[in-house]
């Protein structure tokens, strides 16, 4: 119960920029110990930043950018980890591709190097890219269009996921921990990933290494769950952490 308003509160910051605390308080209907209990907390977690009378979000986690201006953070190195992920897709493949902007640079790459793949997304981006090949089936999941990830989320998107299994899933996330797994800001695309990496037989995590060390509201994936990191570096104290819970840490 508490988890859960604490994911409420962090989503109304997001969205507001700055709420005080007795505005939270009159939302949620509980004691103001309560709310400064829950604040104390979700800064604690580097989620939010105090001001005065009330909260803000974090910087790091500020309200979700647009696809395309995220396209261009890291672009090389996110077309480097790309490529080196190509290396793990053969003809034929079915794969769970997810809406991020490091796995789309992978859609670009494999609507030219692979064919006859089968793959479901929930990217409209992804979606396009990988069906300029036409040997390629592409399902895209259907769902609540959200114009900010240009994506499909929501309860019909989870449904309509849970009817796939594929060979292989890759994914990307706002934040990596070499001890806890990936991160998520946005909780609708995290049930919809959840269900990816319940439905594949090897999960593969793009990240480029600005992520790692980097923490979100939804920790999503833990590292029993993934079997390969692609990344373009990493610490050996890190490297060693996902070694010994039995990931392959590939670098580009």
């Known amino acids: 119960m508490r988890e859960q308003r604490l994911e409420k509160i962090v989503e109304l910051v997001n969205k507001k920029g700055t709420m005080s605390l007795k505005e939270i308080q009159s939302i949620f209907n509980v004691s103001m110990v309560t709310i400064r209990r829950d604040v104390a907390e979700l800064v604690k977690r580097n989620l939010l930043q105090k001001v005065h009378g009330g909260v803000k979000p974090t910087i790091y986690y500020d309200r979700e950018t647009d696809f395309m201006k995220r396209l261009k953070i890291n672009r090389s190195l996110k077309e480097k ?5 190509l290396e793990f897709v053969n003809d034929g493949d079915t794969l769970f591709l997810d809406a991020s902007t490091t796995v789309y ?6 609507s030219k190097a692979k064919k006859n793949l089968y793959i479901i997304t929930n990217g409209v981006m992804t979606a396009m890219e990988v069906s300029k090949n036409r040997t390629n089936t592409v399902i895209l999941i259907n769902g609540v269009f959200n114009p900010e990830t240009l994506s499909l989320v929501g309860p019909l998107a989870v449904d309509c996921a849970r009817k796939f299994f594929t060979q292989k899933a890759f994914i990307s996330c706002r934040g990596f ?5 990936t991160y998520e800001i946005n ?3 995290s049930e919809l990933k959840k269900v990816m990496v319940e439905n594949t037989e090897t999960l593969f995590v793009l990240i480029d290494s600005s992520k790692i060390g980097k923490k979100s509201l939804v920790n999503l994936v833990p590292l029993n769950k993934i079997n390969y990191v692609i990344t373009d570096k990493i610490s050996k104290k890190d490297l060693y952490s ?3 819970n039995g990931i392959n840490v590939v670098t580009v």
């Not at 921990?177 to 797994?181: I, L, V, W």
């Open 81 to 85: 980890i790309a490529e080196r992920a």
């Open 187 to 189: 909780t609708a695309e």
């Open 105 to 110: 640079m992978l859609a670009k790459k494999l």
């Open 242 to 244: 996902l070694m010994k």
């Open 177 to 181: 921990s070499p001890e806890s797994g």
